[in-house]
Each structure stands twice: as C-alpha cells, then as structure tokens.
C-alpha cells in the first residue's frame, strides 16, 4: 500500500501540540501576572520589542506561532468530525486556512518590527 | 463460601433457526468469588448445552474469552461476578460479526495481524552455529511491553475508529508490528511500513486511547500507535526534504 501523505498535516500538529503543552500555562501565568500589574523588569514591553526585533527570535516566534494556530486548527478539525460534521475536506480547509492567515498576519506584524 | 442468584441475560443468534439476535436470561446459583466465564460454564453445564462461546485456558493468557459484559469489552475470565451487583449483560465483541451465540468471525483481525509480518525478520540470515542473536537488557526493554498481547480483540471492539472504518488496521496489529520493529534484532521495519504507514494503517487513529483503557494486559496500545505516528513522520519529511537518502 501507499505510503500516506497524512504527515504533512500530523507533524505540526503533533509539534504544536507539545509545544502548546508547555507554553500555554506559562502563557496564561504571565498573562494573569500582566493583568495584575506585576510585570517583571524582563517581559516589560520595551524589552521584549527589543528582544523580538532581532531576525532569529523573528524567525523563532513566527514557527512558534505557525506550529500552534497549526495544532489548534487541526484539534478543531477533529473536533468537528468528532461531533457529526462529516464534511472533512471542507473543515479542513477552513481551519487550515485560518491557521496559514493567522501566520501570515504575525510574520507581517513582525516584519514590520525594525531591526535591532 | 457464600452463593449468589446471579441473572445473565445473554444474546443468543443462530444462523440456522434465527432472523436475528435476541437476549435469553439464564439464572443460576455462583459462588461469589466466581468470574463471568464460570458462570457462562455452569449455564452450559447445568441449563443450557446449546450455548456458544470461546474460551480456553481461564488465566488471562490465551484471549480467547473476550466479550462485551454490561457493554465494556472484557475477558470472562478476568470479571468477576462481585464488581456487577444487577442482571449481567453478556454480548459478543462489538464491531466483529456474530458467528453464533458469543462466538464472533475473526477473520478480518487475523487477516491484518498476518499482513503486518509479526514475527521475527532477521536483519542478516547467520547459520545456526554462528549461535544466539544476543541482545542486551536495555534493547529488550525497548520493546518487551508490546510483546504481552494475547490478541484478544478487546481494543478492537474498544476502538470506535474500527467500529467506523473497518478497513483500519487497528491497535493490536500495529502495536505487535511496532513491537518487532523495536526489536534490535530485527530487520523487517520497511516491510511492516507498507502496511501500517498507509492511510488504513495507523493514519485513521485518532487517539482516543480507548483501546489501552481496556487492554487487560496493559500493553498500552495507543502508545505503540502514537510511537509508530512520530516515526512515520519522521520516515515522510526525510523521504520529501532529502531525497538523496532514498535508496
């Protein structure tokens, strides 16, 4: 039998998801930390434009956001079938491409970032 | 030793005499610390000779008592009476056809296990006095989990992958190829490829984990899939992204 093409979509979302596993509740820590005023010297916004304008950590945030809106697209397509909605394809291309726009938007907005 | 009325209502097909199943309800007097299976033999015993079902040794070992008690897949052998106060349902396993009573076809199963080559592949043929293949603990480690399947379809009748997409290869077969894929002596990985990195191979997984839920002994199949996903993965992009490799 053929080898299946499924990789193509299962790699990311498998790395999304391990890497989604461990950001987000630093994520949601910070974030809480943020809301309630304490914001460590290090995250506070003027260093971390700094820090995002140098190309790698460009580079290193736009994979960072592609793998995740990625996996979070591909759990929702699951999700989807799961739930009854058989019309795969069209899911699929829905989630996915919401998930390629939402790449897209942050590597302009962090192009848009002048460089160190 | 105390006794218990227990009430069994099992599902009875006979493909000469019946258009379709029906549930019977035997009742007969266990002792407590029985299992189902016990029970099911006393019924053929003492009340009913006619009825079919599978089973062989009554440890665990052979997987051959496999079937649906109160809707969960489990082994006769292993569920005893005590965890089930009310009427016990007992069905074949869900998912295979019924060949009569409890007795399931399980063609379709032994049919996928043949086809993922579960059985040693030498990576160099050496004459039998070259002696032993060696290996060391850490190797055997790496794959001696999945060498405890009794192929006794529970994950299959567990799997609602299976239950939808009968052509899915499904837990067992592609734990048991991942377990001699593992195996350093082995040589057969490419082979077993064909088969279980094929959409109908362990592509149409979804990870719902059922089927180590109910593996009675602890493979944990779903990690086999999810293992056999990574490195799939890992075959895919090399194959696509370096074509020089390819042989």
Redesign the interface.
């Known amino acids: 039998?053929?080898?299946?093409?499924?990789?193509?979509v299962?790699?990311p979302f498998?790395a999304g998801g391990t890497l989604t596993a461990f950001l987000t509740p630093a994520l949601i820590l910070l974030t809480l930390l943020a809301g309630l005023g304490h914001v460590p010297e290090l995250l506070a916004y003027e260093a971390l434009r700094a820090f995002a304008s140098h190309g790698l950590v460009k580079l290193g945030l736009g994979v960072v956001i592609f793998l995740s809106l990625w996996s979070a697209a591909h759990r929702l397509r699951?999700t989807c079938?799961?739930l009854g909605v058989r019309a795969d394809t069209l899911v699929a291309t829905l989630v996915y491409a919401v998930a390629i726009a939402g790449t897209l938007a942050a590597a302009v907005y962090l192009l848009r970032l002048p460089a160190a | 030793m105390s006794e218990r009325r227990v009430e069994l209502d099992v599902l009875r097909y006979n493909p000469e005499t019946d258009r379709t199943p029906h549930f019977q309800r035997y009742s007969v007097t266990c002792r407590e610390e029985w299992v189902v299976l016990d029970a099911l033999n006393h019924v053929k015993e003492t009340v009913d000779p006619t009825l079919a079902y599978r089973w062989s040794c009554h440890m665990a070992v052979c997987g051959s008592c496999g079937m649906m008690i109160n809707g969960e897949p489990k082994l006769a052998c292993k569920s005893f009476l005590r965890d089930y106060p009310g009427v016990i349902r007992v069905e074949p396993l869900a998912h295979f056809p019924v060949e009569r009573d409890l007795v399931t076809v399980i063609d379709d199963f032994i049919a996928k296990l043949t086809r993922v080559k579960p059985y040693l592949i030498p990576k160099e043929a050496k004459p039998i006095e070259a002696g032993e293949y060696r290996q060391t603990p850490a190797q055997l480690k790496r794959y001696k989990q999945f060498t405890l399947c009794i192929n006794c379809m529970l994950c299959y009748a567990a799997c609602p992958e299976y239950g939808m997409i009968p052509k899915f290869m499904g837990p067992a077969a592609i734990s048991l190829a991942h377990r001699w894929n593992q195996d350093s002596r082995d040589g057969g990985r490419a082979e077993r490829q064909e088969e279980i990195a094929a959409t109908e191979g362990v592509w149409e997984c979804s990870f719902t984990g059922a089927c180590s839920e109910v593996c009675p002994e602890h493979v944990d199949p779903a990690a086999a899939l999810q293992r056999v996903k990574i490195k799939s993965t890992i075959d895919w992009y090399l194959a696509h992204t370096m074509p020089w490799l390819n042989k």
């Open positions: 039998m053929a080898q299946s093409n499924k990789p193509i299962w790699g498998a699951i079938y799961d």
